[in-house]
């Protein structure tokens, strides 16, 4: 009997800092059923999202290449992915492949699926909560059955919302970690929130009146994984009684962190720290991959492409600038890099150089975070990245740099392109050039409210 082709099922979460799931050692048990999920795959402990925040984040997931290929670092992207790079789906359609989007209709980076599908993965409903994945999966359930009743390989992909601001889970979620008063008198933790300019407004529209406790809404980001998880595994059952498991790939992957009172970067993702990076990644596949395989070795978002063809059979007649993670599992090789280029164009332009121990951070414009231009973090000693050392190690800032760019020299003359730092200079959405200050980016740069929020969500 022929062997059935492989379908692919990918969970692409927003905003899940891989650092908040049980299964990557957090505390509270945020992700049991994915926790479950990973002990009958193989989970990546070390796994990045370098080009920061959900274009650029997306594109290398949906593409396995860099941004110099992908010419894609802004959230707000103007135009499409160049011509010469192919997307997931649209190499899998050239081996029969069907596919489904649902949750990242009309983003650059989603170019390619068959069919793009719509949820409410944003707005509160009428009891203020915001049932994300619930919404999801009454879209994304009865697609999973039509495309299981097709008879063809098929691609599914889903966006979920819910670890993206608003952290509004619905009950029991919304106080599973957390029993104070989020308006407790004597708390003042989220005062710098509420005083931040940019971003106060939106703040101000979901969080709770009058409140005066930041790990209330640390909470709520908790919950609201937690919330997911539960959902998720309504899709994985799903899966198992369709009788798709043994001949399905499943992924569970995110396009970038979030930052939540780290760093003054608060309830959002930007920032080249290590909350913003540092994602998720599980595979299944029975049969084919191991089970409850934990892989040590730093990889990157841009070696998922390659691996999922390599899984499934399918020759792409291309080169990617990822590499297959399939000789990390089978201990062939320790890791995929060593050391790699990490970048951000959300609220603020940054570039820099990750290596095991250093992180390095170059501001390519002033920032609204008022942050010194250069960055350097020991990341063993200082894993929180608290201690700014590129004053007293100015050597080590030197080195690093010089790395950084002979690796942008490297890649322009491979692609032909310069950098797309060095060229988004329109990058936060308005009509002028990089800011000349601090203050001015400070005074210029605004969220808005969370309906004016959404509008910007929907361009992404």
């Not at 409140?211 to 919950?223: E, K, L, N, R, S």
């Not at 799903?238 to 970038?256: F, M, Y």
């Not at 084919?288 to 990889?299: A, K, Q």
Request: aromatic content about 10%; proline content about 8%.
């Amino acid at each position: 009997m022929a062997k059935k082709p492989i379908n692919i099922v990918m969970f692409a979460v927003d905003s899940l800092w891989a650092d908040h799931m049980s299964c990557y050692g957090y505390h509270r048990l945020t992700t049991p059923h994915i926790d479950k999920f990973a002990k009958s795959g193989v989970l990546f402990e070390n796994f990045f999202s370098p080009h920061i925040p959900t274009t650029p984040g997306y594109a290398s997931m949906l593409t396995g290449m860099d941004c110099f290929s992908t010419q894609v670092v802004a959230l707000r992207h103007k135009g499409g992915l160049p011509d010469q790079v192919a997307t997931l789906p649209e190499i899998l359609r050239e081996a029969g492949y069907q596919s489904t989007c649902i949750g990242f209709g009309g983003n650059p980076s989603s170019r390619g699926f068959d069919n793009y599908l719509h949820y409410d993965g944003w707005m509160p409903d009428e009891t203020g909560k915001a049932p994300k994945a619930e919404n999801l999966n009454e879209v994304a359930i009865p697609e999973l059955e039509r495309l299981a009743k097709s008879g063809e390989p098929f691609f599914l992909f889903m966006r979920h919302m819910d670890p993206h601001s608003p952290y509004l889970p619905p009950p029991p979620f919304d106080q599973m970690f957390y029993s104070g008063d989020p308006c407790d008198p004597s708390k003042d933790s989220i005062r710098p929130v509420l005083e931040f300019k940019p971003f106060a407004e939106y703040f101000k529209s979901w969080m709770p009146e009058g409140i005066t406790d930041a790990d209330y809404v640390i909470a709520q980001y908790d919950g609201a994984i937690a919330y997911m998880d539960a959902c998720i595994q309504r899709i994985l059952t799903r899966i198992d009684e369709l009788g798709l498991a043994e001949n399905t790939l499943v992924i569970i992957n995110s396009d970038h962190g979030e930052t939540l009172m780290d760093h003054e970067c608060y309830f959002d993702h930007h920032g080249l720290y290590e909350c913003t990076l540092h994602v998720p990644l599980i595979m299944r596949l029975p049969g084919v991959l191991p089970e409850g395989v934990r892989i040590p070795g730093i990889s990157l978002q841009q070696d998922l492409v390659p691996t999922i063809l390599e899984l499934v059979g399918v020759d792409a007649g291309r080169s990617f600038d990822g590499k297959s993670l399939l000789p990390l599992i089978r201990g062939e090789r320790t890791a995929n890099y060593s050391e790699f280029y990490i970048t951000e164009a959300t609220w603020m332009r940054k570039h820099g150089w990750r290596t095991p121990e250093w992180k390095l951070i170059v501001a390519l414009e002033p920032d609204f975070h008022f942050k010194p231009e250069v960055e350097l973090y020991n990341l063993i000693l200082d894993p929180g990245e608290n201690h700014n050392l590129a004053e007293k190690e100015p050597g080590i800032v030197a080195a690093l740099r010089q790395r950084m760019e002979a690796w942008i020299e490297k890649r322009e003359k491979e692609t032909g392109k310069t950098n797309p730092m060095y060229t988004n200079l329109q990058w936060h959405g308005l009509d002028r050039g990089p800011f000349t200050s601090s203050q001015e980016a400070y005074d210029n740069l605004f969220i808005g409210s969370l309906s004016q929020a959404r509008g910007l969500q929907q361009k992404k």
